[in-house]
């Protein structure tokens, strides 16, 4: 009985014992994501959370936002969504809970434990806020920052100043996130003055990928906007594992 006893313990050790983080690159070129996960839910509310691990894997991305992440929510088995992607990919995880502290925004990277700093945003519905971690790179600090706006009856460009306010000038950043918002919009024009740019429209991309929803998606509300970084690719993953298409930029680091 008691070796037993023992040998279940050490297998729960071996379980949950830290796993060494993938290295962040130092050199050559970056990938940065953002994907709204939906819950760890597809279109049709089916469970994904393996899914999504091998889309991200696929997409060798470096630092990806999620939004729409649940921790320990019913509705949600009650599965931690963002330590669970975290410690299947290796990443580290800095995670805002928001709404009812049971749902939030979650910014996953590569590398070691970086400094952290989130703030909520002015919400009149669901709560939410802003992520930013400070990412080691080759030529400099890096500051890569995870948003959701909330949705119309929100007051979003309050959110969004707010937003903007706190990310501050002068830095290497990118901003990505579920913006609820599209190209031509308010808030994204917000986000553009503040010495953003559209990794797709620099590159030509036109037009760009939709996101949104995932099955034949009908508007871009996704982004992930640079600001002092020289994209080199763009694209949306063709993955269906949540309701909108996640969105990956390759970023040069010299």
Known sequence: MIATLAGALLLVVWAVRPLTAAPLPQGGTLRLATWNIHYGYDDVWHTTLPQIVSAIEKAEVDAIALQEVDAGRMTSYSADDAYFLGRRLGMQVAYLPTVEHLTGIALLYKGE??????????????QTGIVRVHLPAAGGELQAHAIWLGLSAEDTLAQIEAAVQFIGTGTRASFGGDFNSEFDDAEVARVLAGGFADPFQLLG???????????SPTKRIDFVFVRDLVPVGAWVADSLASDHRMVVVEVAVE
Request: no cysteine; proline share 20%.
């Open 205 to 215: 991309i036109e037009p760009a990928p939709l996101t949104d929803p995932a099955l």
């Open 113 to 126: 434990p970086a400094r952290v700093e989130t703030m909520l945003l002015p919400s009149l519905q669901e």
